[in-house]
């Protein structure tokens, strides 16, 4: 641990490579698709998960793992049908983000559908371009539109016709881990599930949360679990001191602070409650409410 000059919080920073923002939408869809190879009876190592460019790449990193290529924009459904047509046995799982979809995702899906290649497409919708800069694409909401209209990307790919569209919150981990589970075990056609939950940061921009998460710090035994399942930048290992304690939030900006205490805390400057890591925690250290309840509870 650490400790600032003027007694400040102590912190030891979680080591981590790239990986997705605090909140991130995407995070939800990587650990359901990780739940979900385990429970459909298969080894990590036996379903190839294949990406592509923007965001979606983060998969690759720890503490997902998943992806095991990328190559260009929209290539990771013609590579998915290549590993089919190669002979592979178990299931094969493309992943993109919705702007690479609507620029070169389509071509890939309706060959897939043509020639009945069984696999499933990830498409994970956060209605922006993110890692490039926040542009707008087809199917933002029409109220960040310049011109024009927003594109429904549901309606487009239902229009295309794969065998069974799935729509899933991916902040919803149970409904999403079964959905990918009875994907992985239909072994025809193909399957395409729609994981749709806006970027946390254009969210966090508009002061848009999902909820409260906080923790309390005597039930902490720092098992490290949140940590290492989900990786998420607003976690961190802190002991902290009385002192400390910020008026900024009711936990103050780190939530987690006991005197002479070693406990996961979060970063109440980062966590936008999307309440991920409370699915982790084994003494229910971590809690998670709805945005509506906490502003009635506070007010």
Same mark, same amino acid.
């Given at each position: 641990?650490?400790?600032?000059?003027?007694?400040?919080?102590?912190?030891? =920073?979680?080591?981590? *490579?790239?990986?997705?923002?605090?909140?991130?939408?995407?995070?939800?869809?990587?650990?359901?698709?990780?739940?979900?190879?385990?429970? !459909?009876?298969?080894?990590?190592?036996?379903?190839?998960?294949?990406?592509?460019?923007?965001?979606?790449?983060?998969?690759?990193? *720890?503490?997902?793992?998943?992806?095991?290529?990328?190559?260009?924009?929209?290539?990771?459904?013609?590579?998915?049908?290549?590993?089919?047509? =190669?002979?592979?046995?178990?299931?094969?799982?493309?992943?993109?983000?919705? =702007?690479?979809?609507?620029?070169?995702?389509?071509?890939?899906?309706?060959?897939?559908?043509?020639?009945?290649?069984?696999?499933?497409?990830?498409?994970?919708?956060?209605?922006?371009?993110?890692?490039?800069?926040?542009?707008?694409?087809?199917?933002?909401?029409?109220?960040?539109?310049?011109?024009?209209?927003?594109? +429904?990307?549901? !309606?487009?790919?239902?229009?295309?016709?794969? +065998?069974?569209?799935?729509?899933? +919150?991916?902040?919803?981990?149970?409904?999403?881990?079964?959905?990918?589970?009875?994907?992985?075990?239909? %072994?025809?056609?193909?399957?395409?599930?729609?994981?749709?939950?806006?970027?946390?940061?254009?969210?966090?921009?508009?002061?848009?949360?999902?909820?409260?998460?906080?923790? +309390?710090?005597?039930?902490?035994?720092?098992?490290?679990?949140?940590?290492?399942?989900?990786?998420?930048?607003?976690?961190?290992?802190?002991?902290?001191? *009385?002192?400390?304690?910020?008026?900024?939030?009711?936990?103050?900006?780190?939530?987690?602070?006991?005197?002479?205490?070693? =406990?996961?805390?979060?970063?109440?400057?980062?966590?936008?409650?999307?309440?991920?890591?409370?699915?982790?925690? %084994?003494?229910?250290?971590?809690?998670?409410?709805?945005?509506?309840?906490?502003?009635?509870? !506070?007010?």
């Amino acid at each position: 641990s650490t400790k600032s000059d003027e007694g400040g919080l102590g912190v030891v =920073s979680a080591p981590r *490579p790239i990986t997705v923002c605090a909140g991130c939408p995407h995070r939800g869809t990587y650990l359901a698709i990780d739940a979900a190879v385990k429970k !459909a009876g298969f080894a990590k190592d036996e379903v190839m998960v294949t990406g592509d460019i923007g965001c979606t790449i983060l998969g690759m990193n *720890p503490p997902f793992n998943l992806i095991w290529n990328e190559v260009s924009m929209g290539s990771s459904i013609g590579l998915a049908q290549g590993y089919v047509h =190669s002979g592979l046995k178990a299931p094969v799982i493309a992943t993109m983000g919705d =702007s690479t979809f609507f620029h070169g995702g389509i071509p890939g899906l309706i060959n897939a559908i043509q020639h009945q290649v069984p696999l499933t497409l990830v498409v994970m919708d956060n209605g922006w371009t993110g890692m490039t800069g926040m542009q707008v694409n087809a199917g933002t909401d029409g109220a960040f539109q310049a011109e024009g209209r927003r594109v +429904d990307i549901e !309606a487009v790919i239902r229009g295309l016709g794969p +065998d069974r569209i799935h729509v899933v +919150d991916p902040f919803d981990l149970k409904a999403m881990t079964e959905t990918l589970v009875n994907c992985l075990k239909e %072994p025809a056609g193909v399957n395409v599930v729609l994981a749709q939950r806006e970027c946390a940061i254009q969210s966090a921009r508009r002061g848009v949360t999902v909820g409260v998460t906080t923790i +309390d710090p005597e039930k902490c035994v720092l098992c490290k679990r949140c940590l290492k399942m989900t990786g998420c930048p607003a976690l961190s290992i802190q002991t902290s001191e *009385p002192t400390n304690l910020s008026s900024k939030s009711p936990q103050g900006d780190f939530a987690g602070s006991v005197e002479g205490k070693k =406990s996961i805390a979060i970063d109440m400057t980062l966590c936008n409650g999307c309440g991920l890591c409370v699915s982790f925690c %084994p003494t229910n250290a971590l809690q998670w409410e709805p945005v509506s309840e906490t502003k009635e509870g !506070a007010a």
